[in-house]
Nanobody, 126 residues
């Protein structure tokens, strides 16, 4: 059974930094690109970042570009999202997701991702 478990969310103030982590189990981690999405109340899921299974190359969505860094540790089966300069509009549930190397699709499309975590809440106050 595949499981993606997020951690590191919580309450922050504007300007703070947070580091989200995701621990994967039940899958061959090196066969999956890993990524993060976020969903604010009343909004759809928004692509934040992805890191490739192939060469750990990174891809970022527009909303947090320049303020986030994604990384992965294949030995530990973990992926991290370092977020800096947080803003109140970054308040959302942040989801970890896995994208199969066999999938032809787009990182930006939530339906193309194979597995999802339950999400971790990030709340940023002004």
């Amino acid at each position: 059974q595949v499981r993606l478990e997020e951690s590191g969310g919580g309450l922050a103030q504007a300007g703070d930094s947070l580091r989200l982590s995701c621990a994967a189990s039940g899958l061959t981690f090196s066969d999956y690109s890993m990524g993060w999405f976020r969903q604010a109340p009343g909004q759809g899921r928004e692509f934040v970042a992805a890191v490739s299974y192939r060469d750990a190359s990174t891809h970022y969505g527009n909303s947090l570009r320049g303020r986030v860094t994604i990384s992965r540790d294949n030995a530990k089966g973990t992926v991290h999202l370092q977020m800096n300069g947080l803003r109140p509009e970054d308040t959302a549930v942040y989801y970890c997701a896995a994208f199969s190397r066999t999938k032809t699709g787009s990182y930006y499309v939530p339906e193309d991702w194979a597995y999802w975590g339950q999400g971790t809440q990030v709340t940023v106050s002004s």
